[in-house]
């Protein structure tokens, strides 16, 4: 893993990123899946292709670049870090992953592969956590933690809750699906124009 001083978006330009993609999956929504748990594959994969424009964009740095990881994710639903076996899983073990029950977020800034330090842990999809845990049978306890999640280090990232298992032959699959997938240019074309419109 790299370890250098790259700069980091702001959080005006992560809000924009971030309302744009939901609001693209929103306009695309008769042609994705309905079960919202399916979504996650387009927000992230749309998240990757937009978080990389913006930010080469931004900082004229073409060789950088986010990346899409998929695998199993885990989400406290207590308010209390010392309370264990209460959380939300995604692709929470073996079967579920065979089956192909798995959860894709976005990673980065990363340049040939390599992850920059401190690396950005973003998923778009937080906004569904607090469904998502009823649905599996738990009580959300803890406060909402908002319509998306954009922290840098691991060590942030474990004081919120929150951890992930990377699946890499899901991951390759993924990426291979978005690349051949007839929406996906239309879908970033759309997510840009609406991030112009609000930058």
Request: proline share 4%.
């Amino acid at each position: 893993m790299e370890d250098t001083n790259y700069p980091s978006l702001c959080q005006s330009k992560r809000n924009a990123i971030a309302d744009s993609i939901h609001a693209t999956i929103e306009e695309f929504s008769n042609h994705l899946p309905q079960e919202k748990e399916s979504l996650c594959f387009f927000y992230a994969s749309l998240g990757m292709d937009l978080c990389t424009l913006v930010y080469r964009n931004v900082f004229q740095k073409q060789e950088i670049y986010y990346a899409l990881q998929c695998g199993k994710l885990s989400v406290r639903v207590n308010p209390n870090p010392n309370i264990s076996g209460q959380g939300l899983n995604f692709g929470a073990n073996g079967v579920a992953l065979e089956e192909g029950n798995f959860h894709c977020w976005v990673i980065g800034p990363c340049t040939i592969a390599q992850l920059i330090q401190p690396c950005e842990f973003i998923d778009f999809t937080s906004r569904f956590y607090k469904e998502n845990s009823i649905k599996q049978g738990f009580k959300w306890k803890r406060k909402d933690i908002g319509n998306y999640i954009w922290i840098e280090g691991q060590d942030k990232l474990a004081k919120t809750g929150i951890s992930f298992d990377v699946n890499e032959p899901f991951t390759q699959k993924a990426l291979r699906d978005w690349s051949v997938n007839p929406l996906g240019s239309i879908m970033l074309k759309n997510a840009v124009s609406a991030y112009q419109k609000l930058i």
